[in-house]
């Protein structure tokens, strides 16, 4: 059974007032049959023509669907650790085109790389390994060490050496294909993290990273020379099975009065649709909203 790569437009909501909706989106199939799983789905402008094309991330490939036309080219099969699972667009060695990092293997044993074009626009592009953490999951490039330079910010699922997952950001050497990758450990006290976003928190300049866990919303942010974490929400609570506790998923906004607000899915493909308004003092919990239920592996 192949998956449906779907793309969902609605052109003039670029331009609505946020009192307009709903608004009516239109389904393009981009392709019939992706992979048997497609993982992650991200945008980039992978030619360098300054539109965002499609890449999809399916078990086994990387699938880039160029605009316009969706031009389907495969840019990477079979050579990365089955299953592939997250993916994450930057200029990695600094030539002015854009590059992967990319997660394999989650189920066994974790594997990182850094993938890379050749010379043919519709060859298959180079593998080079990065590192391995065990059932790595999710990956986004920010600035959380403050050089000045992204690092690659890796969350694992489950355990792995530490008491929880290690919330991992790794900086690009000089010679990315060759050097080792310097690891710094942001924190490794939660449990089956699921996702996580990042964002200058406390308008204070600094990147700053939100997880979501077993444990619920987590804020985790330098504090000197060490890593603080603070719980922002426990999520869902009161089931008997843990793993049915916390957050799977989360994302930031601003509403128009300039608060701050997180949208989570609850728990881990979890069926609770959850939004939290930010409190007026910065020590009060977050008051948490159930918008939606229902979902089936939100």
């Known amino acids: 059974m192949f998956l449906t790569l779907l793309l969902l437009t609605a052109q003039p909501l670029l331009s609505f007032p946020a009192d307009s909706f709903p608004a009516t989106f239109q389904a393009q199939t981009i392709d019939p049959e992706a992979g048997r799983v497609v993982y992650a789905v991200t945008v980039a402008d992978v030619d360098g023509d300054g539109d965002q094309d499609i890449v999809a991330l399916t078990e086994s490939s990387v699938i880039?669907?160029?605009?316009?036309?969706?031009?389907?080219?495969?840019?990477?099969?079979?050579?990365?650790?089955?299953?592939?699972?997250?993916?994450?667009?930057?200029?990695?060695?600094?030539?002015?085109?854009?590059?992967?990092?990319?997660?394999?293997?989650?189920?066994?044993?974790?594997?990182?790389?850094?993938?890379?074009?050749?010379?043919?626009?519709?060859?298959?592009?180079?593998?080079?390994?990065?590192?391995?953490?065990?059932?790595?999951?999710?990956?986004?490039?920010?600035?959380?060490?403050?050089?000045?330079?992204?690092?690659?910010?890796?969350?694992?699922l489950n355990v792995s050496v530490e008491a929880g997952v290690r919330l991992l950001a790794f900086e690009v050497p000089a010679q990315p294909a060759v050097q080792r990758w310097p690891a710094t450990v942001l924190n490794a006290e939660l449990n089956r993290m699921h996702n996580h976003v990042h964002v200058d928190f406390d308008g204070q300049g600094a990147v700053d990273t939100i997880a979501a866990s077993r444990e619920g919303l987590s804020l985790v942010r330098r504090a000197g020379d060490s890593w603080q974490r603070t719980s922002l929400s426990a999520g869902r609570t009161g089931q008997a099975d843990v793993n049915l506790n916390g957050a799977g998923e989360v994302r930031v906004g601003r509403l128009k009065d300039g608060r701050r607000y997180l949208v989570s899915v609850e728990p881990m493909h979890g069926d609770q649709l959850v939004v939290y308004l930010q409190p007026g003092q910065p020590t009060d919990p977050w008051p948490r909203r159930v918008i939606h239920e229902g979902f089936r592996r939100g």
């Open 64 to 156: 880039w669907y160029q605009q316009p036309g969706w031009r389907k080219r495969v840019i990477l099969r079979d050579q990365t650790p089955p299953d592939n699972v997250c993916i994450a667009a930057h200029d990695i060695d600094g030539d002015g085109r854009v590059d992967f990092a990319l997660g394999a293997g989650w189920t066994k044993t974790g594997t990182l790389h850094w993938i890379r074009r050749g010379a043919d626009p519709d060859g298959l592009w180079t593998v080079s390994a990065v590192a391995e953490e065990t059932s790595v999951h999710r990956m986004r490039w920010a600035d959380v060490l403050g050089t000045g330079r992204p690092q690659l910010v890796v969350s694992p």
